[in-house]
C-alpha cells in the first residue's frame, strides 16, 4: 500500500513550467502536478491502463478530481502511474468507478 501522508516546510513549486505550459518538459499534462502535498494530506499512487497520451491523462485526472477530497491528480501516459493527493485516504473503490467511467482500467495501487 503506497498511502503517505507529506509534510513539507517548503514553498510549493509552480504549476506550470518554465515555458509557461502546463505540460512537464517530456510533454506529459495533467493538473496540479507541481502542486506539493499539504500537511495531513494522503497521496497514493494507482497503475491504470489503457492511457497513451495527454488526452487520455486528462480524462482520467478530470474523472478522479471530481472524488470529494481530492486536491490534485497526476496521470503520467508513459508509465501508466496515477498519483492522487487528498485530504483523508480515499475509497479505492471510488477511484475505480472514476478510472472506469474516464474509459481506462484501473489494476490497482502502484
Given at each position: 500500500?503506497?498511502?503517505t ?8 513549486p509552480?504549476a506550470t513550467s518554465?515555458?509557461g505550459?502546463?505540460?512537464?518538459p517530456?510533454g506529459?499534462?495533467?493538473s496540479d502536478?507541481g502542486a506539493?502535498?499539504q ?9 491504470v ?5 495527454g ?11 471530481e ?5 490534485s491528480v497526476?496521470a503520467?501516459a ?6 492522487v493527493?487528498?485530504?483523508?485516504p480515499l475509497?479505492?473503490?471510488a477511484v475505480?468507478?472514476?478510472?472506469d ?5 484501473l489494476v490497482g495501487?502502484?
Amino acid at each position: 500500500m503506497t498511502a503517505t501522508p507529506v509534510t513539507s516546510g517548503a514553498a510549493a513549486p509552480s504549476a506550470t513550467s518554465a515555458n509557461g505550459s502546463c505540460c512537464s518538459p517530456g510533454g506529459s499534462c495533467h493538473s496540479d502536478a507541481g502542486a506539493a502535498a499539504q500537511a495531513g494530506e494522503v497521496t497514493t499512487t494507482y497503475k491504470v491502463t489503457g492511457m497513451t497520451c495527454g488526452h487520455c491523462e486528462g480524462a482520467v485526472s478530470a474523472e478522479i478530481d471530481e472524488i470529494e477530497g481530492v486536491t490534485s491528480v497526476q496521470a503520467v501516459a508513459a508509465t501508466g502511474l496515477v498519483t492522487v493527493t487528498s485530504a483523508a485516504p480515499l475509497d479505492d473503490e471510488a477511484v475505480r468507478a472514476a478510472v472506469d467511467e474516464a474509459g481506462y482500467e484501473l489494476v490497482g495501487r502502484a
